[in-house]
């Protein structure tokens, strides 16, 4: 073992203590740091899988949109499901309309489907908290859950809908009744935004609501497992002629992707300062102990040491701080992690939380995806930056010079 | 005695210093230290070297180990000639040439007794498996055997300093620099360490260059030197011994 490595080791775990209070204090301010910010990042990715899955399961995998109501549909339909990478079809129209009941109006957006088509596209019945699917016909719809407790609405509840059709037949002095309908079921699908402010009705119903006749808006598609998302939106695209298009599920909900991604973001770089600031109170432990060393410092150099590996121990000694520091932060967060949903249900019960966390988190379980390039990225930062934090003092014994070093008091 | 030392001087001197200068520039004021310094040291002999405070005796002493430069003379250990040798060089050759004992001990406190004495072997990338015998046996010529896994921190000055003696006899270095290697201890145990220092080096064949304040310890050496005015005389011993009759040599 080269002089320099041992002396840094021996600095930091003496030979009858085994531990300096230094080391101690350094490694575990690095591992808290480390540990958080792994912490942090895992959940945030477990989140924000979840979310994605939701997305996904909400939308399928790949759109086929137009500006206007597209008529003669089925062609379309059929030409893009004989493709290879396609698996599934399946029409829809949406648009919004008002939702009243009593004297209570709503304004949800609206999504007509074929309902044996989508069923088989996206777990819809997953979705369902009461009634049933297959209750569904013309005159019924399904209430997203937040919605249907606000307006008090259970199964078999009739609701009246009110159209931008009927503005336009007003023009024409025509006047249209509003058309009641029961509601069918409520689902749920875990998204707030969904929850609140959807209805599900079939397309027929969608279609006469927004008189579109066979017309649809658009054409969600599933493709089989393994195709590749972005080739087969590419190759449909030049298929299709304008004003068709296809978009991917990611491009539909782009600012909800680039929103997880920026928080993740903002929240590593945030974090990082924790191991910023345990390494600054490594430099100036350092610092001190090179100030406090430099009559020994001046004699080990008499001794025939050279001065670069005097400065290469003090270097040493942060990077073994850094790399301890990590493998112990790693260890605690996967400790944490494994007993996180035991650690959050302790800590809501003695704040009596846990009703609210119930409410605002619709699962009980914490999601955690443990991803390689982050764990990569926070330990070569940590280590990087410990290191940095040995060069400071490091530095410092370079300009000592061992004459003026066996000299000082 | 003068006819061994007649035979010796006829060697290849071990240390040799020749018209050595040094001055200081310390905010545009210079300290004229060292004004053609010569001296030479055959094998196995001990000198000292007495001189006021500020004379510039450990500055000397720096200077020939090579942990200072000089900008007139030159130094040569062994007939090696010091000026030009590079950084890395100058380290290997010091640590095998030179060991060193000072006022104050350095010695490492995060390790014992036992790993303070074997640092100096480490630190020449020298640790063999013999190394760890030689650093017990020194100890035990030190007198320190027993205490060789204690933390240095509870040892007392005296015991310290011993501790430092075999450090610096680690690596079996031709000359030992010792720069008042008794001053922070009381007389009793001042002059046992020195006995014990003078004892070892010669059985270990090192040459001692002692820096005291005490006759009495300058005396212990073959010869003596005083610094003064930049310049090493010869006080007794050497030459100079045989030119001048006793009763007019200074301090005698
Ligand atoms: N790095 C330096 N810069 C400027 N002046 C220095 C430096 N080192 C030593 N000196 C000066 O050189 C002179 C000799 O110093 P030195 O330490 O060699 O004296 P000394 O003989 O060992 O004294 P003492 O017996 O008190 O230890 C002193 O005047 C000191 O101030
Ligand atoms: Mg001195």
């Keep these: 073992m080269p002089w320099y490595l041992y002396m840094a080791l021996k600095q930091l775990f003496p030979t009858r203590r085994g531990f300096s209070f230094f080391a101690v204090m350094s490694i575990l301010g690095v591992s808290l740091g480390v540990a958080v910010l792994i912490g942090v990042q895992s959940v945030m990715n477990g989140f924000g899988r979840e979310i994605r899955e939701s997305l996904l399961k909400i939308n399928g995998d790949i759109r086929i949109e137009s500006d206007r109501v597209i008529y003669d549909w089925e062609r379309l339909a059929d030409f893009v499901e004989e493709r290879d990478d396609v698996d599934l079809v399946s029409p829809y129209a949406h648009g919004v309309v008002m939702l009243q009941r009593g004297n209570l109006p709503l304004f949800p957006s609206v999504m007509g489907i074929d309902l044996t088509r989508e069923r088989q596209l996206l777990p819809v019945d997953e979705f369902i908290r009461q009634g049933s699917l297959d209750d569904l016909d013309d005159d019924s719809v399904l209430l997203g859950s937040v919605m249907a407790q606000r307006i008090g609405a259970t199964v078999g509840t009739s609701v009246e809908l009110y159209t931008p059709l009927m503005l336009d037949r007003l023009k024409r002095d025509e006047v249209l009744l509003p058309r009641e309908v029961t509601v069918a079921g409520i689902f749920e699908s875990g998204r707030h935004d969904v929850d609140s402010s959807t209805l599900i009705t079939s397309l027929r119903l969608m279609q006469d609501l927004y008189g579109m006749e066979d017309g649809i808006h658009g054409l969600a598609l599933r493709l089989e497992p393994g195709a590749s998302l972005g080739e087969a939106t590419l190759a449909i695209n030049e298929a299709l002629s304008s004003p068709l298009r296809a978009v991917t599920w990611l491009e539909t909900n782009r600012e909800y992707a680039y929103v997880l991604e920026f928080e993740k973001t903002m929240m590593t770089i945030i974090l990082f300062f924790i191991i910023l600031v345990a390494s600054f109170s490594i430099t100036s432990a350092l610092m001190t102990s090179v100030v406090r060393k430099t009559r020994e410092i001046g004699l080990i150099v008499a001794m025939g040491a050279r001065p670069f590996h005097v400065a290469m121990s003090y270097c040493v000694q942060g990077l073994i701080i850094g790399v301890s520091g990590t493998v112990i932060g790693i260890a605690l967060q996967a400790l944490i992690l494994h007993y996180r949903n035991e650690i959050v249900w302790t800590f809501a019960r003695l704040t009596d939380g846990r009703d609210a966390m119930l409410r605002f988190y619709q699962f009980n379980d914490i999601p955690v995806y443990y991803s390689m390039s982050d764990f990569v990225l926070v330990s070569g930062m940590t280590i990087i930056i410990c290191l940095l934090a040995g060069i400071l003092p490091a530095m410092r014994t370079l300009r000592m010079k061992p004459s003026d070093a066996l000299r000082s008091e | ?252």
């Design chain 2, 1 to 252: 005695m003068n006819t061994s030392r007649t035979v010796s001087a006829h060697d290849l001197p071990l240390l040799e210093v020749a018209d050595l200068h040094k001055t200081f520039h310390d905010s545009g004021r210079s300290i004229h230290v060292l004004n053609g310094v010569n001296l030479s040291v055959p094998d196995g002999r001990n000198i000292s070297i007495c001189g006021q405070s500020g004379s510039g005796k450990s500055t000397f002493l720096n200077l020939i180990s090579g942990l200072e430069s000089h900008e007139q003379g030159s130094i040569r250990w062994n007939g090696l000639e010091i000026m030009g040798l590079n950084e890395r060089r100058l380290a290997r050759e010091r640590g095998r040439f030179f060991g060193f004992i000072f006022q104050a001990y350095y010695l490492v406190p995060e390790i014992n007794v036992v790993e303070n004495v074997l640092l100096a072997a480490r630190l020449l990338g020298r640790l063999r498996q013999s190394s760890r015998d030689r650093a017990v046996a020194l100890l035990e010529q030190v007198g320190l055997k027993d205490r060789m896994r204690y933390p240095v921190q509870k040892l007392s000055g005296g015991e310290r300093q011993r501790v430092a003696v075999a450090r610096a006899l680690m690596n079996e270095p031709k000359v030992i620099l010792a720069d008042e290697p008794t001053g922070n201890l009381d007389e009793n145990t001042a002059s046992e360490v020195m006995d014990l220092i003078v004892g070892i080096c010669r059985k270990q064949g090192s040459s001692l260059i002692l820096v005291t304040h005490n006759p009495l310890f300058a005396r212990m050496m073959d010869q003596e030197y005083l610094l003064h005015e930049g310049v090493l005389n010869v006080v007794r011993g050497g030459d100079y011994d045989r030119m001048i009759p006793d009763e007019f040599k200074p301090g005698m």
